[in-house]
């Protein structure tokens, strides 16, 4: 499958935090393959810097941090030395989550805690990190994922649907905060995507039900996620913000 090539992308400096596995390894590709400068935040090392070496042939080449996002000095850290080194961010994703299953009665005070701090807290200080530089340029797009789980209200998941939900309202909030001064920001809603990480919750018959309730039949891959991101954050789509666009087959 052959993708779009949007010039606008072209040497803009793209973060994306979880950007080493799954659906953030192909942002990262697809936007080094722009010819983006690419920075990714990831805590699994040896994926990222496996990525990396597969990228080498990108000009350049992607770039990989270490951070766990959680610690949220170890966030602004890095965000401000890649600023520092790179000049400010002209696309923020804020991609990185965790969908472990659990429970109504499993959940603890501190689980609760470390759930939002690994789903949602970060993503508004990255944001927060990123938007200064834009703003004060009149241009920028934070791109932040959601999640079609809270969507359909899918088990196992209440305190990530939580998480999710929220990271809706904050894109229509920061869409409205930072919109006077240019800065676009939109949320990309994936539905049930073809990752190692997913794929050890189904077992083919429950893949295929997943298919059956979607309008179309086939599995959503990591790229149609990146796809989709490449043209939000292009000057392709310079009045599109403050709402959820959906990569998602039409599962209902």
């Known amino acids: 499958m052959s993708g779009a090539i949007y010039p606008s992308l072209k040497g803009r400096l793209v973060v994306v935090t979880g950007g080493g596995s799954g659906i953030g390894a192909a942002l990262t590709e697809g936007f080094a393959r722009q010819g983006a400068r690419v920075i990714f935040m990831d805590i699994a090392a040896e994926a990222s810097i496996a990525l990396v070496d597969s990228l080498g042939d990108c000009q350049p080449c992607p770039v990989f941090r270490a951070c766990d996002l959680t610690d949220l000095e170890a966030l602004r850290a890095t965000m401000d030395a890649v600023i520092a080194e790179h000049g400010p961010i002209d696309v923020l994703i804020n991609n990185a989550a965790n969908d472990d299953r659990h429970t109504l009665a499993e959940v603890t005070p501190a689980y609760w805690d ?49 998480a999710k939900a929220g990271i809706e309202g904050m894109t229509r909030a920061l869409a409205r905060e930072l919109g006077v001064d240019g800065v676009r920001v939109a949320c990309i809603v994936p539905g049930n995507v073809k990752t190692p990480r997913q794929m050890k919750w189904y077992t083919p018959e429950g893949e295929a039900e997943i298919v059956a309730a979607q309008c179309l039949k086939g599995r959503i891959e990591p790229v149609d996620v990146a796809a989709l991101a490449m043209f939000l954050a292009s000057d392709d789509a310079r009045f599109i913000t403050g709402h959820e666009y959906f990569v998602d087959a039409g599962w209902r």
């Not at 834009?134 to 999640?147: A, K, T, W």
């Not at 209200?153 to 990530?160: E, I, W």
Request: zero cysteines.
């Open 114 to 162: 470390d759930r939002i701090g690994v789903n949602l807290r970060h993503l508004y200080f990255a944001a927060q990190a990123a938007a200064a530089g834009m703003r004060e340029r009149g241009s920028g797009v934070i791109l932040n994922l959601g999640s079609i789980s809270w969507h359909l209200g899918l088990p196992d998941l209440s305190l990530y649907e939580t």
